[in-house]
């Protein structure tokens, strides 16, 4: 099972980053997808990505960090995607909700980094909160000259997603679908199964039954059991389904079989 979506390098997990990681693999997590917030969030992604054979990277800047996009980062940004392991950037897009960085400095840093997407040939990761409307105009005009990509932890309904769809793009899900009265939860029980992705976004966003604690990549499997109990399908054919849909998505090299 692949993880689609985690943030590993983050400070929650020092000092237990190696157990979670060792978790994970006992758990038969094969493949974990971690993912970039800004600058050095991104270089600690490469790193991790260098140094654990079932860790692959992304690179970009969150839009609470956009205010951070200068000359200077986008040029060790683009350097850090030219690396290998690095396999989408991300995470950008546009947060209405935190409005931790202006919105023009948000879309300016979103529509930058979707133009190096589209120079390095590469899939993007997007985040977008109560800004839909606006981060579906954006991504229309690159997704074309795009090889994909993904609206993480998707909060829309199935209408919403449907239009990801028509840009070519996916979605994934996470611990959101295991909590009470979801709307996640209803989306993802209605959308084809090969347009999704599984995720954690940890340590982030715990599923049910382990709310509370520190999210980790192990408890991916959560998330598929319940989208198995949605949908009324086998865990092993969401878990088959949706780890193909991701090793096209990032064209993650078929080594582990699973
Ligand atoms: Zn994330």
Redesign the pocket.
């Known amino acids: 099972m692949i993880d689609s979506?985690c943030?590993l390098d983050f400070d929650a997990f020092d000092g237990i980053r190696e157990d979670v990681i060792e978790e994970a693999r006992t758990a038969g997590i094969h493949t974990i997808i971690n993912?970039g917030?800004d600058l050095a969030s991104s270089e600690r992604s490469v790193k991790l990505a260098q140094t654990h054979d079932a860790i692959r990277a992304t690179v970009g800047i969150h839009p609470h960090d956009a205010k951070t996009l200068t000359d200077g980062t986008f040029a060790q940004l683009k350097k850090l995607a030219a690396t290998d392991r690095v396999v989408a950037i991300g995470?950008i897009g546009l947060d209405y909700y935190r409005d931790l960085s202006p919105r023009p400095v948000q879309r300016k840093t979103f529509n930058r980094q979707l133009q190096l997407a589209v120079e390095m040939k590469m899939p993007v990761v997007i985040?977008t909160r109560e800004a839909f409307e606006e981060t579906i105009e954006i991504v229309e005009k690159y997704a074309h000259n795009l090889p994909g990509g993904v609206f993480?932890?998707f909060s829309g309904d199935a209408g919403d997603a449907s239009r990801v769809f028509d840009l070519g793009f996916i979605i994934s899900v996470g611990g959101v679908i295991t909590y009470k009265n979801s709307g996640m939860a209803r989306m993802a029980a209605e959308v084809p199964l090969d347009k999704i992705m599984l995720e954690t976004?940890a340590p982030y966003l715990t599923p049910v039954p382990h709310r509370g604690k520190t999210n980790r990549p192990a408890y991916v499997s959560l998330v598929c059991d319940k989208l198995a109990e949605l949908r009324g399908v086998p865990a092993g054919e969401i878990e088959k389904v949706t780890d193909r849909t991701c090793r096209k998505l990032f064209r993650l090299v078929e080594t582990f079989g699973g």
């Open positions: 979506h943030h993912v917030a995470e985040h993480h932890c976004d």
